[in-house]
């Protein structure tokens, strides 16, 4: 009887241990995939950073490529700590895990909170970084970033044409006669900022607000549902681990 017991305890160990394998090469490539959507959020998608007043757009994407760094390193220890059948192994695996749970819950609801919070924000700051900013010394990020704003999303001014009134660079006289930004042309040529007509510039209903807020907002429901959706996935591991080095642990005594 004592040696059926022995048998099957065996038995669900190399199965517990093949099961364990297998997730962490899966989880391997999910760690991969964290890094990946964050470093497309720093290098791709980081253009508009310098038009936010909070730094939590970018603190959820570095959270994110720390974790996916992580994850693979865990990955790895995983696959090493489920073959050789250390418990001590085992133990810093299970709280690797743990502590890529926190982090991709963190980054996930940093996402919700700041996905509520971004129209506000951007309804506040918005208009003020533009005028204030705009082609002003040391603000290089900011006139670039506007630029590219008002040619990829078809936008002119904040809210919409007249907020360049208003702007430090079109009143100081440096702008040579623009009303608006060259960038708010539809055909983009030196000097074309001199004339406001719908015909030449873009006269979007909502601004350049309402653009970026959209395209954020798509950008952290993918962060979100990236962060979650990996958390989700540790459970899983973290069973298996316990289950693992409970099974060793009986095989041991």
Known sequence: M??????????????????????NCCFWLAGLAVMAVGIWTLAL?????????S???LATAYILVVAGVVVMV???????????????LLRLYFILLLLIFLLEIIAGVLAYVYYQQLNTELKENLKDTMTKQYHQPGHEGVTSAVDKLQQEFHCCGSNNSQDWRDSEWIRSGEAGGRVVPDSCCKTVVPGCGQRDHAS???????GCITKLETFIQEHLRVIGAVGIGIACVQVFGMVFTCCLYRSLKLEHY
């Open 2 to 23: 004592g040696e059926f017991n022995e048998k099957k305890a065996t038995c669900g160990t190399v199965c517990l241990k093949y099961l364990l394998f297998t997730y």
């Open 45 to 53: 998608k980081s253009d508009y950073i310098s038009l936010l007043a």
């Open 55 to 57: 730094s939590t757009y």
């Open 74 to 88: 865990t990955g790895v220890l995983g696959c090493c700590a489920t073959f050789k059948e250390r418990r001590n």
């Open 200 to 206: 030449n510039i873009y006269k979007v209903e909502g």
